[in-house]
RNA sequence: UGGGGCGUCGCCAAGCGGUAAGGCUCGGGUCUUUGGAACCCGCACUCGGAGGUUCGAAUCCUCCCGCCCCAGCCA
């Protein structure tokens, strides 16, 4: 039934699109559009509005437009406008021909700006912005009436022609439309429209000195381009009287319905682009694209898939509740993708040196190791096998509690398609009391991993030959903060004062499977029992490689350890 | 004390007068050459609260409580 990656699971938007179908609304088009302020980087609450806009068209057999929301030239940037198309790209959307900005309309949007004057709809104020805001009113108070609001409608024409022209300074005019002072709605109580801003734009250079507000363009924008369904974020849901005003006073080609859902808010992190700005200005972390942030850049660096970010923003679902959802299942989305695409290898994070004792020296094997046991079509291959080997620092305890079945003095464990080893014997640093070797024998019979007598072991580990291990760097992420919620009040400082001085953990002389050697940018791989990582998009090299844990596996054992249930 | 929204399991979220879907998390188990994956079982006598209407209410009505947004010449 669908034909999408969505789970059919309906929502309240789509609900209103099929009974718009049904009523025959809008002639049976729908035209959704993402409108992005160029002002910062995308990130995982864009990309919820991405795939919901985008998601409605493909599945109605209509379109999206990409419209860039560029009125404010103050604080808009075309490295934005860049990163923000690649961004939707890569998360898989296509835009087609619809690549529109709200300055393309700025001819347009002028014309509408005197025709609304020409109705005695607008006017020009002289107040200036502290008096404007006096003039307002509170939440509890009625407004007044600016002195300037009777204006002739010549007037007016007249002295908005000038500020168009370049007549005045910045903040002396502004163009406001003349609704209602005393409206319980901030909003209605005659808008700012239009204002000063003797600044040249990114695309239309110094061509204008006045630009347009986001209450005159936004809708505006949409009736120019078709929108049929208007998707935007709660805090809008104020401004629909003011969107419809515009639209009903203003003969527009359509009147599309502006809808609202809830924005998405993550658990340990922080969206605000504002605070974003902050991680990235204080050094905090490396940039808008370290893997620890919740930009689609840095998810992407971290080592999520479209298809994982996609699908984590179907299961959200779209709703008018305000609501948080748990950093665990986007980590789920994520393990639930790559489990079924990752090319498995073995990597031994802390390496712990075993030595072999019983093997020959000098004797080298290849032992053949699945590649996918989620996919035998992804076929297998090759892995070296030698008397010394690392196996995981953690795989092994000199006193072992009840449940932990892994490798100890006198146990026998099987490493990982190659032989059944028991531990006979461990070095210590002489000063520290470090375990830093291990000499285990091995029984020639498992080779493969298999006991031809039927023997059971209870613990698998991975391993890699000492001989011809690829050295690398590698990067343990976890949760930029260590509180759910960063940003909650109380306890004292500001969400800085809550990251977690754990977030990042690099290791340095990682042990990896020979085969890793020629990994490449932008693909996944497993280490097994350990998660999935990737080559680092920036840092990675042939002489020096560098991998990024995207994210564990889900680990049994630490849970046990942690809930203190290891005995 | 103005206006606009929202309150269903730890977290999301269906439900729209006929007797509480689903996912994540969590707990237990089967299986396993990843303590992974897969599979099975369990997890709201109750829907912010109190009244009311009805044979019957999470769904309708009334009152109350809580949370979010709005006083940019930002979007």
């Given at each position: 039934m669908n034909t999408n990656e969505s789970s059919g699971a309906s929502h309240f938007i789509r609900n209103i699109i099929r009974e718009d179908l049904e009523a025959g609304k809008n002639d049976g088009r729908v035209i959704t559009r993402f409108p992005p302020e160029p002002n910062g980087y995308l990130h995982i609450g864009h990309a919820k509005s991405i795939c919901l806009n985008f998601g409605l068209a493909r599945e109605f057999g209509g379109r999206c437009h990409l419209r860039f929301?560029?009125?404010?030239?103050?604080?808009?940037?075309v490295e934005y406008i860049e990163s923000i198309q690649e961004d939707v790209r890569w998360l898989g959307f296509d835009w087609g021909e619809h690549l529109y900005h709200a300055s393309d309309y700025f001819d347009e949007l002028y014309d509408y700006a005197v025709q609304l004057i020409g109705m005695g709809k607008a006017y020009v104020d002289s107040l200036t912005a502290e008096e404007i805001r006096e003039y307002r009113g509170t939440l509890t108070q009625p407004g007044r009436e600016s002195?300037?609001?009777?204006?002739?409608v010549d007037e007016n024409l007249d002295l908005f022609e000038r500020m168009r022209r370049g007549e005045f300074e910045d903040g002396e005019h502004v163009l406001r439309a003349?609704?209602?002072?005393?409206?319980?709605?901030?909003?209605?109580?005659?808008?700012?429209?239009y204002r000063i801003r003797r600044m040249p734009h990114?695309?239309?250079?110094?061509?204008?000195v006045i630009y347009p507000l986001y209450d005159f363009t936004h809708c505006l924008s949409d009736a120019i381009e078709g929108i049929t369904h208007s998707v935007c974020t709660l805090e809008f849901e104020d401004h629909r009287p003011l969107y419809d005003w515009v639209l009903d006073v203003l003969q527009t080609p359509c009147h599309p319905q502006q809808i609202e859902f809830a924005r998405l808010n993550l658990t340990h992190t922080v969206m605000s682009k504002r605070k974003l700005l902050r991680l990235v200005q204080e050094g905090v972390?490396?940039?808008?694209?370290?893997?620890?942030?919740?930009t689609i850049s840095g998810l992407r660096r971290r080592g999520y898939t479209p298809e994982s970010i996609r699908n984590f923003c179907d299961r959200i679902g779209v709703a008018k509740r305000n609501s948080v959802v748990e950093f665990a299942l986007l980590e789920y989305c994520l393990r639930q993708d790559l489990n079924r695409r990752a090319p498995r290898y073995m990597g031994v994070l802390k390496p712990l040196k075993v030595v072999i004792v019983n093997y020959p020296e000098g004797l080298e094997e290849n032992l053949e190791a699945i590649n996918n046991p989620e996919d035998i079509s992804m076929g297998t291959r090759m892995v070296p096998f030698s008397r010394e080997i690392y196996i995981e620092r953690?795989?092994?305890?000199?006193?072992?509690?009840?449940?932990?079945?892994?490798?100890?003095?006198?146990k026998e464990v099987r490493l990982r398609y190659a032989y059944f080893i028991t531990c006979v014997d461990l070095i210590k640093?002489?000063?520290?009391?470090?375990?830093v070797e291990l000499h285990c024998t091995y029984d020639?019979?498992?080779?493969?991993?298999?006991?031809p007598d039927g023997r059971k072991v209870k613990a698998t580990l991975h391993w890699v030959s000492a001989k011809k291990a690829l050295n690398a760097e590698v990067r343990l992420y976890d949760h930029?903060?260590?509180?759910?919620?960063?940003?909650?009040?109380?306890?004292?400082?500001?969400?800085?004062?809550?990251?977690?001085?754990?977030?990042l953990e690099v290791l340095h002389d990682c042990k990896l499977e020979?085969?890793?050697?020629?990994a490449s940018k932008e693909s996944f791989y497993q280490f097994e029992r350990l998660g999935y990582f990737c080559p680092d998009i920036?840092?990675?090299?042939?002489?020096h490689p560098v991998f990024n844990r995207s994210v564990t596996l889900r680990d049994t054992w630490a849970k046990l350890q942690k809930a203190g249930k290891a005995d």
């Open positions: 929301d560029d009125t404010n030239p103050a604080k808009e940037e002195p300037y609001r009777n204006r002739s003349k609704i209602d002072m005393a409206s319980p709605n901030m909003n209605m109580r005659d808008p700012t429209i990114h695309r239309t250079g110094d061509k204008w972390v490396s940039g808008w694209d370290d893997p620890r942030m919740p953690d795989d092994f305890m000199e006193n072992p509690p009840k449940k932990f079945y892994r490798l100890s003095p006198g640093d002489e000063k520290t009391g470090e375990v020639p019979a498992t080779r493969g991993g298999d006991s930029l903060f260590t509180q759910s919620d960063p940003e909650e009040e109380g306890a004292g400082g500001d969400f800085l004062a809550r990251l977690n001085p754990r977030s020979p085969g890793l050697a020629d920036k840092d990675f090299t042939l002489e």
